[in-house]
């Protein structure tokens, strides 16, 4: 017999498995329902499938069994086979897949779309030959997960099991709750709604605003962002400037061009319409709460959806970081739903004064203007990189390589300084230090598939067998390491 004590001390336990639940457990359930709740999980069954891609002339072939998740590319005959470890998106729009080789993570080409089932991922619809060649990068992972656990100087590296938190977790709406926690109270937790809007809005817009370019200030990684601080303290976000038509852009680009958000006061946020722990928003009534006059005769009643005509619905559905409701409230719907790259950038919000001309700088990567930056920030890798990626695309890789050179110097577990400066060099001619930099790339990051590309053509037009084939097999080892 089982005593009864025990029984008491393990139900606690069970019902009580996520930290906040014991005193919030409606906010728990209800944010487990939402698309944010359900961001990314390890990898379950999914539809079985199959279909052919024309334009690169590959099958595609899905199957779920006891041990997992496959996927399988047929491309000339050749079979590629691939675990399935993570699906990103909670399906309410698509799902798209990623597979763990070594401790890295590769984004699947394909994606299973509500719509219409499984087809190109976004961004492959055109790729004559498609792979699980991109990586997964942290700043990925920020946007779509809870807590990604990066290894650091690493492009796609991750601890095992790569989360701490699967999906969006509190904290990041909320902040570290571990003083909370100790005191509950209302003011040992951010709150979004109760920051100021420039706080506030920075909330959402950690992953809500994707923008042309995202520049960090000197020496901060996206990871340093919390709720509580202006998104400006981490980075800037650069916008396109003039609105063109037929650009779908982020939903708070959308908003902020709105009448409603414009001549709100920064009272209109996403917060407004949208709340992670209700499942039922009355968009009427939110509409209704500012606009309270008498509508004219010939406008439709107060009782009618006022969404079809001001925030209509858009057809494309690619999947992608563009929104389907259209945010820029209007009097008609129109086809101007966005903006276009029209190679202006502007700050969303400008930060500090010391980085607003470094920050504009690297975000246009203009020449000119980085010159002008470096005098302010002589060591300032970031700015050095910059500068050396103009200076390739000006056609000058020798003075490029030399700049990515300090930069390697500067920081010297970096894998990807090191494939900078092999690539400069490379172009320059000289492969004798481009290979030595690819080397020390591979060395820090086994799986940088554009440096073991470049490698191994270097070694092959040096005839140098022995080193080709220890970097196979380093390669293959590296592939292998599946901690399983
Ligand atoms: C031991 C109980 C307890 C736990 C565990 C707990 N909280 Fe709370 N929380 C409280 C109390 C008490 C309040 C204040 C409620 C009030 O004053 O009405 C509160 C308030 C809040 C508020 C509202 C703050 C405001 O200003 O409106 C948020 C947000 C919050 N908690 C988030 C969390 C999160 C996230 C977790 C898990 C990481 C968590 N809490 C865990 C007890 C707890
Ligand atoms: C850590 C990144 C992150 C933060 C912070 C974040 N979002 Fe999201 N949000 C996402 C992602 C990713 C999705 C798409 C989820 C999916 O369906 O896979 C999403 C989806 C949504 C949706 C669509 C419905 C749903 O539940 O999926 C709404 C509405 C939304 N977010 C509003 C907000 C608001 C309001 C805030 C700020 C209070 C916010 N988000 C903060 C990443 C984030
Ligand atoms: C700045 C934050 C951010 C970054 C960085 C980001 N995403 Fe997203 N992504 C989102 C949000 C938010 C959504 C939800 C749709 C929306 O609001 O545009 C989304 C949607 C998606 C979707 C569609 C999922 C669905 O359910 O519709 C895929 C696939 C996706 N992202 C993959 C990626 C990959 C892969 C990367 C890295 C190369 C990446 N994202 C980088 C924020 C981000
Ligand atoms: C995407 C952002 C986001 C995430 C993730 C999120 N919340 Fe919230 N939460 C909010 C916002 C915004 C509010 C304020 C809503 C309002 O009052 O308008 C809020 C309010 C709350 C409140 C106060 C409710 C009240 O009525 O005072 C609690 C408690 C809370 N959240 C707990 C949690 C817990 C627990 C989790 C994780 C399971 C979580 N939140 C995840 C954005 C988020
Ligand atoms: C936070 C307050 C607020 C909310 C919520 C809000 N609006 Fe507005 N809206 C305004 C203000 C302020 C203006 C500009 C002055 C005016 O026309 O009343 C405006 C203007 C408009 C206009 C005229 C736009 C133009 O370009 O001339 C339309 C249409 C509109 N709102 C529709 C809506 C709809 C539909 C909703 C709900 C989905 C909504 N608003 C929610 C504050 C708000
Ligand atoms: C005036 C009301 C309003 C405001 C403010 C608002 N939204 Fe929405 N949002 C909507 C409506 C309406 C939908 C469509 C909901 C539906 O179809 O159920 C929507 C849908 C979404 C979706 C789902 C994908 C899509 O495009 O349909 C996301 C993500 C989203 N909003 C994010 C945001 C973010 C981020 C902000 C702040 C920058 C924001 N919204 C501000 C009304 C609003
Ligand atoms: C059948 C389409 C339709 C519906 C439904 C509709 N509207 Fe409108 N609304 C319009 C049009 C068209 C105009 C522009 C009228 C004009 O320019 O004379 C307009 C104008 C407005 C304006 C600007 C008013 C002004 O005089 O400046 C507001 C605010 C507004 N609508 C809010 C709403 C709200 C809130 C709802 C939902 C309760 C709603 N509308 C439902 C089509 C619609």
């Keep these: 017999m089982q005593p009864r004590a025990a029984i008491l001390l393990i139900i606690p336990f069970a019902a009580f498995s996520h930290p906040c639940e014991s005193c919030h457990p409606k906010e728990v359930k209800s944010y487990a329902r939402t698309g944010m709740g359900r961001s990314l999980h390890a990898s379950r069954a999914e539809p079985d499938g199959g279909f052919e891609h024309d334009k690169s002339k590959t099958s595609f072939l899905i199957r779920s069994n006891k041990t997992g998740l496959f996927q399988r590319m047929t491309h000339a005959g050749e079979n590629w086979d691939y675990r399935i470890d993570y699906v990103i998106g909670s399906g309410n729009h698509a799902s798209c897949y990623v597979a763990r080789v070594g401790d890295h993570l590769f984004q699947s080409p394909i994606c299973f779309y509500k ?9 492959y619809e055109d790729n004559p030959a498609p792979g699980f060649s991109r990586p997964i990068t942290v700043e990925c992972l920020q946007c779509h997960s809870g807590r990604p656990l990066h290894i650091a100087n690493s492009v796609n590296r991750y601890a095992t099991p790569a ?10 709406c909320h902040g570290d709750a571990a003083a909370h926690i100790n005191r509950p109270s209302r003011s040992s937790i951010v709150n979004p709604r109760k920051l100021t809007p420039a706080l506030r809005d920075s909330v959402c817009e950690q992953c809500h605003l994707a923008g042309a370019v995202r520049v960090l200030n000197p020496g901060k990684t996206f990871t340093d962002f919390h709720p509580g601080l202006l998104l400006e303290a981490v980075f800037t976000t650069y916008v396109a400037a ?15 061009r709105s009448r409603c958000s414009l001549e709100s006061k920064g009272r209109m946020w996403c917060g407004t319409c949208h709340n992670p722990h209700s499942e039922n928003t009355f968009y009427r009534q939110q509409c209704l709460s500012c606009h309270t006059r008498q509508f004219r005769a010939s406008h439709p009643p107060k009782t009618s959806d006022c969404l079809p005509c001001h925030m209509p ?14 945010h820029w409230i209007k009097r008609h719907p129109s086809t101007l739903t966005g903006v276009a790259q029209s190679g202006r950038l502007i700050a969303w919000r400008e930060p500090h004064p010391d980085y607003r001309a470094r920050n504009l700088a690297l975000a246009l990567g203009d020449y000119k203007l980085l010159l002008e930056t470096q005098k302010s920030f002589p060591a300032d890798p970031a700015v050095l990189s910059g500068l050396g990626t103009a200076l390739q695309a000006r056609g000058d890789p020798r003075s490029a390589a030399k700049l990515f050179e300090r930069v390697v110097e500067l920081r010297p577990f970096d894998p990807v300084a090191e494939e900078n400066a092999g690539m400069a060099w490379l172009d320059a001619g000289e492969k004798e230090p481009a290979a030595r930099h690819f080397e020390k790339a ?40 599946r901690a399983k």
């Design 442 to 481: 591979l060395a820090l990051d086994p799986l940088l598939l554009p440096d073991i590309e470049a490698l191994q053509k270097i070694y092959r037009e040096t005839g140098d067998q022995e080193k080709a084939s220890a970097l196979m097999n380093r390669v293959r080892q590296a592939m292998q390491t």
């Design 313 to 326: 619905k858009r057809e494309a559905d690619d999947g992608g970081h563009t929104a389907f409701t259209d």
């Design 115 to 123: 719509s219409r089932g499984y087809d190109m991922a976004p961004g």
């Design 163 to 172: 989360f701490a938190e699967e999906a969006i977790s509190c904290d990041r």
């Design 242 to 256: 003039a609105p063109e038509p037929f650009k779908v852009v982020s939903h708070a680009e959308q908003l902020a």
